[in-house]
């Protein structure tokens, strides 16, 4: 079992950056696939991005690819999500998440443990 916790989220004006970290604790870190949602009120959660496990393989959703940017530390434990250019639209709950099982999936039924999320907010 692996926990989660994310930081790294605020405000910040459009066309800024942030970037989250999820620091994880419990079984290697290095096994697990990890991955990035988010949710925004009233709306699904979304897929964002993930990364294998040795980082050589990373999966973007559309609505980010180019301005978003996933990667991990084994030596740390710890992913990050590097967000450039950010919209208004990209307000939302971020969530890491863990995958036991081998290869990046963009499904949220294919990873195993979730985090309690971050809140990113984006003023136009």
């Known amino acids: 079992q692996v926990q989660l916790v ?15 970290s999820c620091a994880a604790s419990g079984r290697t870190f290095s096994s697990y696939v990890m991955g990035w949602f988010r949710q ?7 897929f964002i991005a993930a ?8 999966l973007y959703a559309d609505s980010v690819k180019g301005r978003f940017t996933i990667s991990r530390d084994n030596a740390k434990d710890t992913v990050y999500l590097q ?6 639209e990209d307000t939302a709950v971020y969530y890491c998440t863990a995958r036991a099982n081998y290869g990046v999936s963009s499904l949220a039924t294919a990873y195993n443990y979730w985090g309690q999320g971050t809140r990113v907010t984006v003023s136009s």
């Open 51 to 58: 990364i294998s496990r040795g980082g050589d393989s990373t």
């Open 6 to 20: 994310e930081s790294g989220g605020g405000l910040v004006p459009a066309g800024g950056s942030l970037r989250l």
């Open 83 to 88: 967000m450039n250019s950010l919209k208004p």
């Open 40 to 46: 925004a009120p009233r709306n699904e959660r979304e």
